[in-house]
T-cell receptor, first 111, second 113 residues
Framework: KQEVTQIPAALSVPEGENLVLNCSFT??????LQWFRQDPGKGLTSLLL?????REQTSGRLNASLDKSSGRSTLYIAASQPGDSATYLC??????????FGTGTSLTVIP | NAGVMQNPRHLVRRRGQEARLRCSPM?????VYWYRQLPEEGLKFMVY????????ESGMPKERFSAEFPKEGPSILRIQQVVRGDSAAYFC???????????FGQGTRLTVV
């Protein structure tokens, strides 16, 4: 069964700092990996989607990488801002057509 | 193009009552997924539906829970005889096809009192 782990569980950084969030998964047989953002009491906002054949995706200050063979993905956030404060979730789409989610990294960017 | 719409946003039910959660997928999306987020836990898959068909319900509790996605209208997640342990946030997602980007709704927060 696929298991997704996110490290660290919580992270606090000063504004302007670059940071990396980590995601690992146990079964490399995935279709894609998606990073989401969740604000308290809100839904999930899709940030980046990486297909299994891709190595990375970029959107603005965000860059996500995927190393399927080692079961790892990273989300890089450049020049962090207080508005980036949220929980970041990693989800892998497996052969069962269902997402397996990590428990998230709670990010706080201090002004 | 409106996003995935879920209603109600908040729902309070007494133990033993029924809860009905609605999800309207994004326009053009025929694949719907339901997930549950228990307090302090990650999102867990419940069921995957296409129009009029349940494709995968491996994450659904065997009793009291059911889901449908009729030809017309929203997808419905129905919980009969709710118990305190059903209190959670229920999220719906939709996509155009299998293995494509999924978009999530704002969720329905169910509280059972």
């Amino acid at each position: 069964k696929q298991e997704v782990t996110q490290i660290p569980a919580a992270l606090s950084v000063p504004e302007g700092e670059n940071l990396v969030l980590n995601c690992s998964f146990t079964d490399s047989a995935i279709y894609n990996l998606q990073w989401f953002r969740q604000d308290p009491g809100k839904g999930l906002t899709s940030l980046l989607l990486i297909q299994s054949s891709q190595r990375e995706q970029t959107s603005g200050r965000l860059n996500a990488s995927l190393d399927k063979s080692s079961g790892r993905s990273t989300l890089y956030i450049a020049a962090s801002q207080p508005g980036d404060s949220a929980t970041y979730l990693c989800a892998v789409l497996g052969t069962g057509n269902q997402f397996y989610f990590g428990t998230g990294t709670s990010l706080t960017v201090i002004p | 193009n409106a996003g995935v719409m879920q209603n109600p946003r908040h729902l309070v039910r007494r133990r033993g009552q029924e809860a009905r959660l609605r999800c309207s997928p994004m326009k053009g999306h025929s694949h719907v997924y339901w997930y549950r987020q228990l307090p302090e836990e990650g999102l867990k898959f419940m069921v995957y539906l296409q129009k009029e068909n349940i494709i995968d319900e491996s994450g659904m509790p065997k009793e009291r829970f059911s889901a449908e996605f009729p030809k017309e209208g929203p997808s419905i997640l129905r919980i009969q005889q709710v118990v305190r342990g059903d209190s959670a946030a229920y999220f719906c997602a939709s996509s155009t096809a299998v293995n494509t980007e999924a978009f999530f709704g704002q969720g329905t927060r169910l509280t059972v009192v």
